[in-house]
């Protein structure tokens, strides 16, 4: 898959590095932002029971 996405960037070998760096950063940022967050309201692992009574 990856190679398919590199193959058909636009430009220089060079370019297409910048644009695949940019791409994953993009990618990485939504993860982050929107995504896990929004799961981690789903995972069990995060409720405490230390200190509770």
């Known amino acids: ?7 058909h960037l636009p430009g220089p070998l060079w370019l297409r590095i910048i644009w695949s760096i940019l791409l994953i950063t993009a990618v990485l940022a939504v ?3 929107l995504v896990f967050p929004w ?5 069990p692992l995060t409720d405490s029971t230390i200190g509770s009574e």
């Open 1 to 7: 898959m990856y190679a398919f996405l590199f193959r």
């Open 31 to 33: 993860l982050v932002t």
């Open 39 to 43: 799961l981690s309201q789903f995972n």
